[in-house]
Nanobody, 124 residues
Framework: HVQLVESGGGSVQTGGSLRLSCATS????????LGWIRQVPGKEREGVAA???????TYADSVKGRFAISQDNAKNTLYLQMNSLKPEDTAMYYC???????????????????WGQGTQVTVS
């Protein structure tokens, strides 16, 4: 079981920026996929971005060019830099992890079996 703890959410105006962080208990030497998933009440979970151990990343079309996923293996931390935020980016953002392989392309929320508690992002 992988422990994941998100931080960095909050409220921001349209066009603003936020950076989400996720502390993980992953072994950085193992194969894995780390992702950011978001969910709005009443809607399905949406995969936002994912990255594997080797740094290969993938993004949902809705965030390409605005969001950037990265990781600091020395700190066992995953990041999501969110720029040019829009009201439609408002959601609960979850950090998720799956060990034993890389990321599927395209990736889906159902690919992950380990989840954090979530952090709220509100854009107005």
């Amino acid at each position: 079981h992988v422990q994941l703890v998100e931080s960095g959410g909050g409220s921001v105006q349209t066009g603003g920026s936020l950076r989400l962080s996720c502390a993980t208990s992953l072994n950085p030497d193992s194969r894995y996929c780390l992702g950011w998933i978001r969910q709005v009440p009443g809607k399905e979970r949406e995969g936002v971005a994912a990255i594997d151990r080797d740094g290969r990343s993938t993004y949902a079309d809705s965030v390409k060019g605005r969001f950037a996923i990265s990781q600091d293996n020395a700190k066992n931390t995953l990041y999501l830099q969110m720029n040019s935020l829009k009201p439609e980016d408002t959601a609960m953002y979850y950090c998720a992890a799956e060990e034993g392989g890389g990321c599927y392309l395209p990736f889906r929320a159902s690919d992950f079996s380990n989840w954090g508690q979530g952090t709220q992002v509100t854009v107005s």
